[in-house]
């Protein structure tokens, strides 16, 4: 486990990455953002689950990222990401290059997770220190949003096993993957867009500007 940690968080230095990730990178960084005042069906969605050695993103290890995406209101299974860190070869540039690969699949895609926190800080301090990016993107906070659509179901911040409980997902037995964490995140943020269209929150910059609302009024009330 040292290992990994070695080579996820203190890696190459973003000055000596390889040709073909900084390549990659400025690829990333020359892409445009697509525009958040679309509505939900014209938005592509990228939902994202992590696996990590604890909960604490300054001192735990990322050891995987699950992504897949939502786009005019169905579940793309061929456009789907996943890299489980504990099978590369820490010593080469396999990891950077994995993580260039989920920024250019993510695309500046709004991504949707369960608990911002916990999966963006994971993602943050990583993309920071093996490739100096500092990775902001739009978030769509499920934990928070969720009471917040569905009060009659849920009116506190709950587990994600409630919801999946809520709404007759089956999870199967025993525990879960990332990738089938994602995909149950990704049907439950289907039926939130459902509901958001009938509050009249039907764009993207709404969805993610009432996410922000929830968490803060949540927070400080």
């Keep these: 486990m ?14 000596n990455l390889p040709d073909d990730v900084r390549a990659s990178l400025e690829v990333w960084r020359a892409s445009k953002a697509p525009p958040l005042d679309d509505l939900h069906f ?59 690969a989920f920024l250019l699949f993510a695309a500046k895609a709004p991504l949707v997770t369960y608990h911002i926190p916990y999966v963006g800080g994971f993602l943050q301090r990583a993309f920071k220190e093996r490739l100096g990016v500092d990775f902001q993107p739009q978030w769509v906070d499920l934990a928070w949003l969720m009471p917040s659509m569905f009060e009659d179901k849920g009116d506190s911040v709950m587990p994600f096993d409630h919801w999946i409980e809520v709404f007759g997902l089956d999870a199967g ?31 993207a910059a709404h969805l993610i500007d009432e996410s922000r609302a929830s968490s803060f009024l949540r927070r400080t009330h």
């Design 2 to 15: 040292l290992g990994l940690k070695k080579f996820l968080f203190r890696g190459s230095a973003p000055a």
């Design 42 to 100: 014209h938005t592509r969605y990228v939902v994202v689950d992590i696996v990590s050695s604890g909960s604490n993103p300054e001192s735990d290890q990322l050891l995987g990222i699950a992504a897949s995406s939502v786009w005019k209101g169905a579940i793309q299974p061929d456009d789907t990401f996943y890299v489980d860190f504990s099978t590369l070869d820490g010593e080469g540039s396999t990891v950077d290059r994995e993580l260039t």
């Design 173 to 203: 037995t025993g525990r879960r993957d990332a990738m089938t964490n994602t995909l149950l995140l990704a049907r439950i943020f289907q039926m939130l867009t459902v509901r958001a269209v009938g509050k009249q929150i039907d764009t």
